[in-house]
């Protein structure tokens, strides 16, 4: 992949001394889910999903969140959109209150805050054509129908599929690269500010993901848009993101520039992140082990630090309160007590 085609500088400045005010704004977002059982259907236990999130997104700028499976970054995907309700926090869009929105205003919210899924087949309506697919959001928002499958095909051709060779094609005789291409002018079609991206290049091939990413680049550079990009894979989120925040248990534990968490990760499972993701860098590889085991168990998380049960580095500290996120560089929080 070229850099040239990166998303954000490698030498963009610290957003958060940007002038600008954030496009979005997180603060201490909480969602648990209920276990229910027997025949009562009684809640016994809560999966701790998201709790206490809080960050910045700055107009333009593109936010990646990195973590492994289950560590509530899709959940926070979700809890951005108000596609779920929260539990407690707010969220605030271009200055709006997201989680107090009547129905009215969440749909002028949801035309400016759109979400990329991560399996493009399943996203798509089997039994509407890919011009359809894209128009039908246009349709829904009051568009006249000529228009909407005009604009419809206008975004096909610009994501890189020729709307006569494939508008009236359904999602089964694409690959997934072209679904997600779909998928992606579906996302458009309604001229948005934020696009949440939830793992969008991951069910696909290598040779493909790059394709997508460039593509992304390019409309982003087009349109001025904000991105939150939401990965397990750290190489993708290096590349595409201007700050990265990576999450652990439902919880931030570092965030900073892609830059800055690149020359020196300092959160422990940051670091493990970095050690057993492969690099093509031979400088960029470490002696230390990559991370051993599964996460703990979201119902019941350690106590303290919820890493320290896999943190080579953990002391009796470190059982009896969550470390706070704190200043660490320019720019770079982490929530460690060794930075304490
Ligand atoms: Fe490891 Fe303790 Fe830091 Fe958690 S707070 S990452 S257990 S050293």
Redesign the pocket.
Known sequence: MSADNAMESRNNRDPRVSADAPLLEARGLRKHFPLRGGVLQRTYAWVRAVDDVSFDVYPAETLGIVGESGCGKSTLARLILRLIEADAGTVRFDGQDVRGAAPPQMKRLRRDMQLVFQDPYASLNPRLTIEDAVAFSLLVHGTRAAEARERARALLGRVGLDPRLYGRRYAHELSGGQRQRVNIARALVLDPKLLVLDEPVSALDKSVQAQVLNLLADLKAERALTYVFISHDLNVIEYVSGRVMVMYLGEV?ETGTADALAQAPK???TQALFASAPSMDPDRRMDRPPIAGDPPNPIDPPS?????TR?????E???QAP?ALRPVGPGHE??????S
Do not use: E, I, N, T
Not at 304 to 308: A, E, N, T
Not at 311 to 315: E, K, Q
């Open positions: 534990v959160h422990p499972y303290g630090c919820r890493f320290r943190c080579a580095f953990a002391m500290q470190c059982a470390p982490a929530a460690c007590y060794l930075f």
